[in-house]
């Protein structure tokens, strides 16, 4: 029986001890069933039927959960390991019980996601294989991975450490593997190269000529590793983030609201961008209530020549820097410019082409989102929308009264609008 997909579950959860005693991490338990279920429920729903789950030490325990497989329809084996070597060296040794197209999961992860849309994606693509990727709360523990925008293929991984420490910014953009994977039928024939390998931090990495694409329409992915995991995973799962097709994003305007404005009003160069007091909590009490925060900002500037769209990557590499190092979990989903000067484009404040161009890569419920700035062209941007704004009281905001654009929120900080929708127990589902 060649299987659909295969469940890496050799994680000892050795770092959740404390909490969850003796049991694997893929039975770690969240709203009081196995995170396997969970997975098991995922495998089901998408038509996936035949599981094939490679196990570790404790592998008695994951035989005795994957025994009620049947109850979810499944047909479920399990393959203990002989000798631990790593991911890498367990997919490569199970190749010839695989299908061609085989979806991945580790067993750790809690996963929202419609895996038949990244199986007709590998295949729309002709991808060797493609990897779920999203935001990492904590970016320099991380592998990331650098991605073409143009085709959305991986050109380049960067496993730790690799911050620069001088302008404390990362190398790439924060995107990371979350879990969840398409495998190819020739990513996996040649062996790894060292004894013992992780299939994503360096068995992928030798294989980055093979045509590999990262996708990013996932509603929810958390791995469950360490403690702070855990209760991020149950507090997602509280909120039915695991239902949903879609949640509620912020729409962040930058300069006043992200970070401290210049003396000249713009931001041109890395070391020149400087987050303002308690955004790094704000950004993650909202991360907390469900939503995708995105980034959405007018760069004109780069169509006038004063910084280039490199000067901007390495801009908001330190933000994700200084947001994690700031308040770990704090993360940006993703940065959206418009490099126009000329008021004439679709993209640039306040038509709402970033927005569009969000809704469109993520799977984001406008009905749900909300456009947060310090100025009137947020307003405009989010009236035209149809989206609820909230203004930001910055030492530039000046809104006239008697503007059409007026805000459903006034606060004097993000934070202050992050507490005021838990208050409201306003969620993004």
């Not at 196990?55 to 084996?77: H, I, N, P, R, S």
């Not at 779920?132 to 050109?155: C, M, Q, W, Y």
């Not at 702070?228 to 300069?255: H, Q, S, V």
């Not at 940065?335 to 306040?350: L, S």
Request: proline share 4%; with cysteine.
């Amino acid at each position: 029986m060649l299987h659909e997909a295969v469940i890496l579950a050799g994680g000892q959860g050795s770092r959740l001890k404390d909490v969850v005693g003796d049991k694997p991490k893929c039975l770690v338990e969240i709203g009081h069933r196995p995170i396997l279920y969970h997975q098991f429920d995922l495998l089901r729903k998408h038509g996936l039927r035949k599981v094939l789950i490679l196990a570790g030490e404790k592998a008695d325990q994951v035989v005795a959960a994957a025994d009620q497989g049947k109850q979810f329809g499944l047909e479920v084996t399990v393959l203990q390991e002989s000798r631990l070597r790593g991911t890498a060296w367990a997919l490569h040794n199970a190749r010839s019980l695989m299908a061609d197209d085989v979806v991945l999961l580790y067993g750790d992860t809690l996963l929202n996601v419609d895996l038949g849309d990244m199986l007709e994606f590998a295949r729309r693509e002709d991808a060797h294989a493609v990897f779920a990727v999203k935001a990492s709360g904590s970016p320099h523990a991380s592998t990331l991975f650098e991605v073409d925008p143009e085709n959305s293929r991986i050109v380049e991984l960067y496993p730790t450490p690799r911050v620069d420490h001088t302008l404390q910014m990362l190398p790439c953009d924060n995107q990371s593997f979350c879990g969840v994977a398409v495998i190819g039928p020739d990513l996996l024939n040649s062996p790894p190269t060292t004894e013992v390998e992780d299939f994503v931090a360096s068995y992928l990495q030798n294989q980055l000529g093979k045509h590999c694409c990262a996708y990013n329409k996932v509603p929810y992915a958390k791995d469950v590793g360490t403690l702070f995991g855990l209760k991020t995973a149950a507090n997602a799962y509280r909120l039915g983030l695991l239902d949903c097709e879609k949640r509620g994003a912020i729409f962040l305007d930058r300069d006043g609201v992200l970070n401290e404005i210049q003396k000249n009003g713009f931001v041109n160069a890395a070391d020149e961008f400087h987050l303002r007091r308690d955004v790094a909590r704000g950004v993650e009490l909202l991360r907390q209530l469900g939503f995708f925060i995105f980034v959405v900002t007018n760069q004109g500037g780069i169509e006038l020549g004063h910084l280039t769209s490199d000067d901007l990557r390495e801009i908001h590499h330190r933000a994700d820097y200084l947001l994690e190092t700031t308040h770990p979990g704090a993360c940006i989903d993703k940065y959206y410019h418009c490099p126009h000067f000329n008021a004439d484009c679709g993209c640039r404040k306040p038509l709402t082409g970033m927005i569009t161009q969000a809704a469109e890569e993520y799977p984001v419920n406008l009905y749900k989102s909300f456009v947060v700035g310090d100025m009137i062209t947020d307003l405009e941007m989010a009236d035209h929308a149809n989206i609820t704004s909230a203004l930001v009281i910055s030492d530039l905001t000046n809104i006239p009264e008697d503007s059409r654009a007026q805000p459903h929120y006034t606060c004097a900080s993000l934070l202050e609008f992050a507490i005021l929708l838990r208050n409201q127990g306003i969620t993004a589902v």
